[in-house]
């Protein structure tokens, strides 16, 4: 018998049995359906009224040539997809296929819905325990954003990458969030598949495939047949209109400059990093297309806009991996929420191992607020780094973002923090919606 509510580690490890079986090859790696099998995430179960009991049936018992009904009984399914499975497996794999269309329900109502309690992170390390996710899930946020090196993936073998990922989806905690909110993710250099790396990362593509079947893009998605993962999507009604921008920073970015070797260590003690500013003006942060999209994004009508970029932005010099870097990239985004009137913007970053609020007032059309998150679940053995941006004192420990909108103040008030995995306030800021917008 299959469980009456499946629980998150059988539905793991039905994702494990799902995508190391057969079942991929006619209903893709994440259950959205191809040519030769029905969409298993949608609001229409073909077969039966969508419990568990009858997911279970139409996977035990499987359809024969003619059976089907989506087309037109054109394709067959053999009984466990011709696979040989034990009660266990069979339990777990249809936890799993139920527990896709739910996934996918909570998705669709949420763009409709007002957004309030965001929550956000990065750099979650695959072979340690992350107990931060119970403290995130207390918070009920309906949104969490992955800023990336959400596996410290560091290989550039697709199939070792893939395995990273199957330890994250393992992990309880993520996989109750991943249940119970919506998530949006981009990538960083360790999930992308190379330390520091760019448009010089040779598998990217087929990087950018592993990504979005992790996170479950569908098939027919732009986003898999553009370069880059990057993205954005808005919620809720105007006046309370929340838009989430996903850079990728990664796929179209050129080559940085270094320090010696030498200087490179002396740097090291002072929480340094290897970079110098790279000021050729072909150096790219993001590509062409890119560039252009964003343009796009920030003229459509939205009232809190969200810029999710995997390295910090305003946060300057740690000759770390940041946009400082590329100044002139840096100094393009800058122009662009000028020139395109974009107000109420915010940037959320990750990539250092410490936390970091930093706020960018003189060359900007309205202060930009950059919100940095350190690791989720590995505490920084390097120092903290200068950074002249930074208000207020930055932190060490493990950490997560989160922020709650009050939409029902007439100036709406943003409450940003960075939180411990004990749920204490590292960071914190305030804001007022009237102050993310020129004088
Ligand atoms: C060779 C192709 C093929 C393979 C492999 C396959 N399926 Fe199917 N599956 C189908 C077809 C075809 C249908 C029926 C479509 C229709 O009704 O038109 C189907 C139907 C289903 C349904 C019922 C969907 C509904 O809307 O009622 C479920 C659940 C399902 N498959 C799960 C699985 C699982 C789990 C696996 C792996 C063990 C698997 N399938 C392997 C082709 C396949």
Same mark, same amino acid.
């Given at each position: 018998?299959?469980?009456?509510? &499946?629980?998150?580690?059988?539905?793991?490890?039905?994702?494990?049995?799902?995508?190391?079986?057969?079942?991929? =090859?006619?209903?893709?790696?994440?259950?959205?359906?191809? /040519? /030769?099998?029905?969409?298993?995430?949608?609001?229409?179960?073909?077969?039966?009224?969508?419990?568990?009991?009858?997911?279970?049936?139409?996977?035990?018992?499987?359809?024969?040539?003619?059976?089907?009904?989506?087309?037109?009984?054109?394709?067959?399914?053999?009984?466990?997809?011709?696979?040989?499975?034990?009660?266990?497996?069979?339990?777990?794999?249809?936890?799993?296929?139920?527990?896709?269309?739910?996934?996918?329900?909570?998705?669709?109502?949420?763009?409709?819905?007002?957004?309030?309690?965001?929550?956000?992170?990065?750099?979650?390390?695959?072979? #340690?325990?992350?107990?931060?996710?119970?403290?995130?899930?207390?918070?009920?946020?309906?949104?969490?954003?992955?800023?990336?090196? !959400?596996?410290?993936?560091?290989?550039?073998?697709?199939?070792?990458?893939?395995?990273?990922?199957?330890?994250?989806?393992?992990?309880?905690? +993520?996989?109750?969030? #991943? %249940?119970?909110?919506? +998530?949006?993710?981009?990538?960083?250099?360790?999930?992308?598949?190379?330390?520091?790396?760019?448009?010089?990362?040779?598998?990217?593509?087929?990087?950018?495939?592993?990504?979005?079947? +992790?996170?479950?893009? &569908?098939?027919?998605?732009?986003?898999?047949?553009?370069?880059?993962?990057?993205?954005?999507? #808005?919620?809720?009604?105007?006046?309370?209109?929340?838009?989430?921008?996903?850079?990728?920073?990664?796929?179209? #970015?050129?080559?940085?400059?270094?320090?010696?070797?030498?200087?490179?260590?002396?740097?090291?003690?002072?929480?340094?990093?290897?970079?110098?500013?790279?000021?050729?003006?072909? $150096?790219?942060?993001?590509?062409?297309?890119? @560039?252009?999209?964003?343009?796009?994004?920030?003229?459509? $009508?939205?009232? =809190? %806009?969200?810029?999710?970029?995997?390295?910090?932005? =305003?946060?300057?010099?740690?000759?770390?991996?940041? @946009?400082? !870097?590329?100044?002139?990239?840096?100094?393009?985004?800058?122009?662009?929420?000028?020139?395109?009137?974009?107000?109420?913007?915010?940037?959320?970053?990750?990539?250092?191992?410490?936390?970091?609020?930093? /706020?960018?007032?003189?060359? $900007?059309?309205?202060?930009?607020?950059? +919100?940095?998150?350190?690791?989720?679940?590995?505490?920084?053995?390097?120092?903290?780094?200068? !950074? %002249?941006?930074?208000?207020?004192?930055?932190? /060490?420990?493990?950490?997560?973002?989160?922020?709650?909108?009050?939409?029902?103040?007439?100036?709406?008030?943003?409450?940003?923090?960075?939180?411990?995995?004990?749920? %204490?306030?590292?960071?914190?800021?305030?804001?007022?919606?009237?102050?993310?917008? &020129?004088?």
């Amino acid at each position: 018998m299959a469980p009456a509510a &499946p629980d998150p580690a059988a539905v793991e490890r039905g994702a494990v049995i799902y995508r190391g079986g057969t079942c991929p =090859v006619c209903h893709h790696w994440e259950g959205q359906g191809n /040519r /030769r099998g029905p969409d298993l995430t949608d609001e229409e179960w073909l077969h039966g009224d969508g419990s568990l009991a009858a997911v279970r049936t139409a996977i035990e018992t499987g359809f024969r040539h003619g059976a089907g009904r989506r087309f037109g009984g054109k394709y067959e399914m053999w009984p466990l997809g011709g696979m040989e499975l034990d009660e266990s497996d069979v339990d777990a794999l249809t936890a799993y296929v139920w527990s896709l269309h739910r996934r996918r329900r909570a998705a669709d109502t949420l763009t409709r819905e007002v957004v309030s309690r965001i929550a956000f992170g990065s750099g979650a390390d695959q072979d #340690r325990a992350q107990p931060i996710w119970d403290t995130v899930l207390a918070l009920r946020p309906q949104l969490m954003l992955m800023l990336g090196n !959400n596996v410290l993936g560091g290989t550039e073998d697709m199939r070792e990458l893939r395995l990273q990922y199957d330890k994250l989806a393992v992990k309880p905690g +993520f996989a109750e969030l #991943r %249940r119970q909110s919506r +998530f949006m993710a981009t990538w960083n250099d360790l999930d992308f598949g190379r330390e520091d790396g760019g448009a010089d990362f040779d598998r990217r593509a087929e990087s950018q495939q592993v990504f979005l079947d +992790f996170w479950s893009e &569908p098939s027919g998605s732009p986003r898999r047949q553009q370069q880059g993962v990057y993205t954005s999507q #808005r919620f809720g009604p105007p006046g309370r209109r929340l838009q989430v921008i996903l850079l990728d920073t990664r796929y179209g #970015r050129g080559p940085l400059w270094r320090v010696s070797p030498d200087e490179a260590r002396r740097r090291e003690t002072q929480g340094m990093g290897p970079y110098l500013p790279n000021d050729h003006e072909r $150096a790219r942060m993001l590509s062409e297309e890119q @560039w252009r999209w964003l343009g796009q994004q920030l003229r459509q $009508a939205a009232d =809190v %806009r969200l810029i999710v970029t995997s390295i910090p932005f =305003v946060m300057e010099f740690t000759g770390w991996e940041s @946009w400082a !870097n590329m100044p002139n990239e840096r100094q393009r985004l800058i122009d662009l929420i000028r020139d395109s009137g974009a107000t109420g913007v915010l940037l959320l970053s990750g990539h250092t191992p410490w936390a970091d609020v930093s /706020r960018l007032d003189a060359e $900007a059309p309205y202060p930009l607020w950059d +919100f940095t998150t350190g690791p989720l679940n590995r505490r920084a053995t390097a120092g903290i780094g200068p !950074n %002249r941006h930074r208000i207020g004192a930055a932190a /060490r420990e493990p950490s997560f973002g989160y922020m709650e909108i009050d939409w029902t103040a007439a100036d709406p008030e943003l409450r940003i923090e960075v939180r411990s995995v004990a749920n %204490r306030r590292l960071l914190r800021q305030t804001l007022r919606l009237s102050e993310l917008q &020129p004088k």
